[in-house]
Structures are given as C-alpha cells and as structure tokens.
C-alpha cells in the first residue's frame, strides 16, 4: 500500500503532518538514499527505505502512546534542543519517540499532550476542529472594568484578529482564561495591552481533559483510555461556521 510521504512520518510520530512538510522542505528526509523534497511523494512503506536525519524509520508504525506532562517553566515545546531544553527530554521514559501536541511558550506551565499518533496530533492541533484551552493566569495590576472589556476584545497577531478569550476574574489577581485557538502568546499580547504583566501561566485543559491535581510538576504519564475519549469526542468533529 502506498502512502503520502508526510502521512508515513505522521503516522510513525516522528512530526505532525504539518510539521512533516517542514522537515521533508528542509531536506532531511531521504527515500531509497535519494532526498525528497515532495511531501506527496509516494512510499512503499514494505519495500522502501525510508531515512530521517540519516536514521531508517521502520516499516510498521508503533504502537500509538499520548502522555500528559505537567510541563514546567524553562522547557521549549520543540524537537529541536538547539533552541533550548526540550519537553521531549521529560518523556524519555515513555519508550517511544514523542512529540509535542501543540505549543505552550517556554516561559508557560501545565498541562500539555506528547503523542506518536499522527492523525490525534492533527485534529489537536488543526484550527478547523474548535478545541478549547482554558489557562490560570497570576498576573500584576489592576484588573478593572475597562481591563476585562479589553483582554475580552480580539487582537491583531500577525495581521490577523483572534477570536475574542472568555475571561474570568478570580481571587487575588488571578484571571482564567478560555481561548478557542492558541494564537502566538495571546494571553500575554492581551495582558500587555491592558496594562497587566503576566507573572505565571498555567494551562489547565484542553477539551474536557484536566489537569490532574496529583500530577506533580515535570512529570508525566499515559492517557488512559477514557482521558483519550475526553479528546476524540470534539477532535474529531469540525467546528460549525457561523450562518
């Protein structure tokens, strides 16, 4: 059976589909010792040899593994240790290569997803699928009418608006925080404008999945399977576009 080459490495965990294009781009893919450049390349995962980072990638797919780690401050949400250290190296002892589900800033906490199943990483991290993440936001100054009215307005981030945040104040400087995308720092974009600092984050959900109290910070463990059913249920049906 053929495949497209960026549903293989989907499927094989070693990046989501749209991150398996960047990677197929930049040339470190290989199939049969020639480089492809062409993320619809057909593959023969039974007969080809297919290399990543000059590593052969077996034919069979593994066995699919999400975790929920309990992500502290100072770990980059990325593959790539160059940019700094890397949640990956938090989950080594999963056994199995994993990869980030989405993104949470290097400077943010709480509960994110790691995963080798391609088509979960998809409807997680694909806009058009309407997932909802709720954060805990510490943050410094006054949190007044006119605050709320702004951090509820959507912003301008990279010449697009953002949805408006569901925004509830709580006690002591505390504000909790729905986002029904995950936009470049958008939390700490609509803190600045209002004229708050932001002096911890902590993400709490996605969906319906929470983060578990017990769960210390930079620890992690497997979903179990009614964690995942908490995902499936909202992943796997588009969002509605309004009339």
Not at 30 to 50: H, L, Q, T
Not at 90 to 97: D, F, N, P, S, T
Not at 136 to 146: I, L, S
Not at 204 to 217: A, F, K, M, Q
Request: hydrophobic letters at 40%; aromatic letters at 4%; glycine letters at 8%.
């Amino acid at each position: 059976m053929f495949l497209r080459l960026q549903n293989f490495l989907s499927q094989h965990g070693i990046a989501s589909r749209r991150g398996a294009v960047d990677w197929i781009a930049e040339g470190r893919v290989s199939v049969n010792g020639m480089v492809v450049f062409e993320p619809g390349f057909r593959v023969d995962p039974e007969n080809d040899a297919i290399e990543v980072n000059g590593r052969l990638v077996a034919s069979a797919p593994p066995c699919h593994v999400t975790v929920m780690l309990n992500k502290p401050a100072g770990y980059v949400c990325s593959v790539d240790r160059s940019q700094g250290r890397s949640v990956c190296d938090l989950v080594e002892g999963a056994g199995v290569r994993l990869v980030p589900v989405g993104r949470l800033d290097k400077d943010s906490e709480g509960l994110l997803l790691l995963s080798n199943d391609g088509d979960l990483i998809y409807k997680l991290t694909h806009p058009r699928f309407g997932h909802t993440k709720t954060y805990r936001v510490f943050v410094e100054g006054n949190v007044n009418t006119a605050a709320l009215k702004s951090l509820r307005s959507p912003i301008v981030i990279d010449g697009k608006s953002t949805r408006p945040a569901q925004v509830e104040p709580g006690a002591r400087n505390e504000l909790l925080f729905t986002l029904g995308e995950g936009r470049n720092q958008q939390i700490r974009r609509l803190c600045e404008r209002a004229g708050l600092c932001v002096e911890r984050l902590v993400r709490v959900s996605i969906n319906t999945l929470r983060l578990p109290d017990d769960l210390p910070v930079g620890c992690w463990r497997k979903l179990a399977r009614e964690e995942l059913a908490l995902l499936e249920p909202d992943a796997a049906k588009p969002s509605q576009k309004p009339a």
